[in-house]
């Protein structure tokens, strides 16, 4: 490492379960985040402190002054620019040494299955239901760690999906795609500022702890996979709830069939 990025990384090496073998599979890291709102603003903010070597980001939306608040990398010389480029230049500022991929788009299918491949994992920060079953299902289909946030009013929920693991949920195990909740756009219910902030950093150490496991056999992080991570801002309360693989959902059920089929 370079003299100031061995000091700037030098907490990491430090702690536990990382050391600087961890910080170097940071820094060769290739990470998916999808969405550049109140989730993925501290997301990147905190992947690219931590010397990720790679943002590949995507947001179609562009900043207004409703976003503010909650979007601290922007500010009011933004509105009207892409998220993804208003961020990809913050960034800029603050750890340049992390490429950052601005894609100014919505995702979808093709997309999707064109960029998760790249990537070490994938961050979903999206906030619409549909978009979030389909990061799911691309990411089963991938066989591709996703570690996925949610948050409204007072409330968050955390949780990791690692479809390499046969005997895992995926989101759609627990979150029956066919059973969408009523509309909880925040424009209409409110989200508290610091939430989103505390669920993205959630999702930024999940996705620093699944890097390091992964290239690091040393490493003895252990994951939040198999539980609902739940957070109540309003009681400052926290909750973590076991899950289990659903044998009849219909995402990664499916894509276990297929395999089977491929192997006859
Ligand atoms: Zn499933």
């Known amino acids: 490492m370079a003299d100031h990025a061995a000091l700037r990384h030098s907490r990491?090496?430090?702690?536990?379960?990382?050391?600087d073998e961890g910080v170097a599979a940071l820094q060769a890291a290739r990470v998916l985040l999808i969405g550049a709102g109140g989730l993925g603003c501290p997301a990147a903010l905190y992947l690219s402190a931590s010397g990720i070597g790679r943002l590949h980001w995507f947001d179609g939306d562009k900043v207004d002054a409703t976003n503010l608040a909650r979007q601290t990398l922007f500010g009011p010389a933004d509105i009207g620019q892409f998220k993804v480029?208003?961020?990809a230049a913050a960034l800029g500022r603050t750890s340049p040494e992390t490429e950052v991929i601005a894609e100014p788009?919505?995702?979808?299918?093709s997309l999707l299955d064109?960029?998760?491949?790249l990537a070490d994992v994938v961050l979903d920060c999206t906030d619409q239901w549909s978009t979030r079953q389909l990061i799911n299902a691309r990411c089963v289909a991938n066989r591709k760690p996703l570690v996925s946030a949610a948050a409204i009013?007072?409330?968050?929920?955390?949780m990791c999906i690692d479809p390499r693991q046969?005997?895992?949920a995926c989101y759609a195990c627990v979150f029956d795609p066919q059973t969408e909740p009523v509309a909880h756009a925040c424009g209409a219910y409110g989200v508290l500022s610091p939430l989103v902030g505390a669920m993205g950093c959630l999702q930024?150490?999940?996705?620093?702890k699944l890097i390091v496991r992964s290239r690091h056999p040393g490493s003895s992080l252990p994951s939040a996979a198999q539980t609902l991570t739940l957070v109540d801002m309003k009681t400052a309360s926290w909750q973590q709830v076991r899950i289990?693989?659903?044998p009849a959902c219909p995402v990664c059920q499916s894509e276990r069939a297929k395999a089977a089929a491929g192997r006859d």
Do not use: K, T, Y
């Not at 064109?114 to 491949?117: C, D, E, L, N, Q």
């Not at 930024?204 to 620093?208: N, S, V, W």
């Open 204 to 208: 930024a150490a999940e996705a620093i």
């Open 166 to 168: 046969s005997d895992q």
């Open 153 to 158: 009013e007072w409330s968050g929920q955390l």
């Open 12 to 19: 990491h090496a430090l702690l536990d379960g990382i050391d």
């Open 105 to 109: 788009r919505f995702i979808d299918a």
């Open 244 to 246: 289990s693989r659903n």
């Open 114 to 117: 064109a960029a998760i491949p």
């Open 85 to 87: 480029a208003a961020g």
